[in-house]
């Protein structure tokens, strides 16, 4: 062994090189998400985006980011000076440990924890610490208002979230995505679990205060929400780095655990850069839809999203595990799963298109008629 | 000494800061920053013990979950304007109670016959884990989950006639 590699075996070492590893994937993503998010909603909204800034406005998140670090960091002056300036990093660092769990290919993690989906959740739920201290630090009302609204919210979408990805597990028979993502198989968890996916996603665009669930950042009613005062380095960390990165992470979560992974179909068995290549795919195709809906959907009141989270997603979310544990106990056939998931899912479709007149421009037209 | 026993010091160390920064700040909102901080070191200490799952439900429970919740309740109150009493004639009484306690849970730890050494911990697969819970234990767990539910619903009953008698 030679003394570089005996150098890399040590454990400190190890850990070190891996965390600045995922470090600089996560400024990477930030960056890239920032010009693709940009990009992606101009072009839905027939709009050209960055265009000046290097070909096709490339540079861009490169002059956002001088701009976001050159400018001045405002505190206001009744604001809690700790809590202030500490707010920032209570939101950021748990999203950045959640990508510490993450694999992304057979071999390529950072750790493989046997618990790892139950880790990811656990500690994902600690971000929602950092924007309500950042909202009542401010001193401001709006960020208060919004704060609170962000603290209902998420620990309101938490419990579907959690219940979806306990169903699937119950599927996989484990926690750990490594033992997940090889379960699949041929056949994707999606496939089994539309219901599943869905109230997955759903959460999903509410963890990240996306339209139709951005209700917390809503800057028409509570101008801006928990980051109303945060101006500079303190904003981008609170706000873009955060929320791109919760984006990023909870899109491989989906992506592992709904989408089937590295796992190339048809039993094909590639090496770890096709692997990751499709990882990052898949995580690609769920980032887009997450941007697409939020740039389609109207946001709902924030009541609706109240009763849409405690009245719709959390009994589906019991049916599904209820389903699930019914076909496991009397060994039905696979297709069982489809089936009631998908007839579940059905049932949802139903209920907020009858319910909620968000989505259903038809009924609104039909009532403006009359 | 170890490593581990430098990292337990280290949290242990971190456990009793949060803990006192509890009970010592006088602003409310830094009492649940510090609280949150003291769970978190909780759920360390369980890592080290080779306790992953209970670690994790810590979080997610207690840092995740309760502190928000407290959080949510101190904003929505002006905790703020509210300034703790912290000293009155039942000082004596309090001191005594405090101290009583603290007396019985020391004796408690070393009356205790522990079941295995906290030096040597051993690995308890999250699957056994269930299966004691909901095989085992599963009536139990049941009528622990009745009781909660009976409590939840008991509150909204009181918070809901308040409202109604404000009207």
């Not at chain 1, 981008?236 to 929320?243: G, R, V």
């Not at chain 1, 009397?330 to 007839?343: A, Q, R, V």
């Not at chain 2, 004596?92 to 007396?103: D, K, N, R």
């Amino acid at each position: 062994m030679s003394a570089l590699e005996s150098f890399f075996d040590n454990v400190w070492v190890d850990a070190l090189w891996r965390l600045l590893a995922v470090l600089g994937l996560m400024v990477i993503v930030v960056l890239a998400l920032t010009y693709v998010e940009r990009k992606f909603i101009a072009r839905i909204q027939m709009r050209l985006g960055p265009m000046r800034t290097g070909p096709y406005g490339i540079m861009q998140p490169i002059a956002d980011m001088v701009k976001i670090l050159l400018k001045e960091d405002l505190r206001p002056a009744s604001a809690d000076r700790i809590a202030f300036e500490l707010a920032p990093f209570l939101a950021f660092v748990p999203v950045f440990l959640t990508l510490l769990a993450l694999p992304f290919t057979a071999k390529w993690d950072v750790r493989v924890l046997d618990l790892g989906l139950l880790y990811f959740i656990a500690v994902s739920g600690l971000t929602v610490l950092g924007y309500v201290f950042a909202g009542w630090a401010s001193d401001n009302k709006y960020a208060l208002i919004g704060a609170l609204r962000t603290a209902a919210q998420l620990i309101s979408y938490e419990v579907p979230l959690v219940l979806a990805v306990l169903a699937l597990s119950m599927l996989a028979g484990s926690l750990n995505l490594v033992d997940i993502v090889e379960k699949q198989g041929r056949v994707p968890f999606i496939v089994w679990q539309p219901l599943g996916f869905f109230l997955f996603m759903a959460a999903a665009v509410s963890d990240l205060s996306r339209r139709p669930f951005d209700v917390a950042a809503a800057e028409s009613e509570v101008a801006g929400g928990p980051w109303i005062e945060f101006s500079g380095i303190r904003w981008s960390i609170l706000y873009a780095l955060t929320e791109y990165t919760n984006m990023f992470a909870l899109c491989v979560l989906g992506s592992l655990i709904f989408l089937g992974g590295w796992d190339w179909p048809l039993g094909l068995k590639w090496g770890w850069w096709w692997q990751l290549a499709l990882i990052f795919t898949k995580t690609s195709v769920l980032i887009l839809v997450v941007m697409w809906v939020n740039a389609t959907f109207p946001r709902i009141r924030v009541d609706q999203l109240m009763s849409l989270c405690w009245k719709l997603l959390l009994p589906l979310a019991f049916v599904q595990i209820f389903l699930n544990g019914l076909i496991l106990v009397y060994g039905w056939p696979d297709w069982t799963f489809l089936l009631t998931s998908g007839l579940g899912l059905a049932a949802a479709g139903y209920i907020i298109y009858s319910v909620i007149p968000v989505g259903a421009p038809s009924r609104i037209v039909a009532r403006s008629n009359a | 000494m170890t490593v581990t026993e430098v990292i337990f010091y280290f949290i242990a160390a971190a456990t009793v800061l949060g803990a006192f920064g509890v009970v010592a700040t006088g602003k409310v909102a830094y009492a649940a920053l510090s609280l949150v901080f003291t769970l978190l070191a909780v759920a360390a200490l369980y890592i080290l013990l080779a306790s992953e799952f209970l670690a994790l439900v810590q979080v997610l429970l207690y840092a995740g979950g309760v502190a928000v919740l407290l959080l949510f309740a101190l904003m929505l109150t002006r905790a703020r304007e509210l300034v703790p009493v912290l000293d009155g004639a039942q000082k004596p009484f309090a001191a005594v109670a405090g101290l009583s306690l603290m007396g019985v849970l020391i004796s408690m730890v070393f009356l205790t016959t522990w079941p295995r050494r906290a030096d040597e911990p051993t690995l308890i697969n999250f699957n056994a884990i269930g299966d004691r819970l909901f095989r085992d234990f599963a009536l139990p767990f049941e009528v622990a989950s009745l009781v909660l539910l009976v409590a939840l619903v008991g509150s909204i009953v009181l918070a809901r006639t308040e409202e109604e008698e404000e009207e």
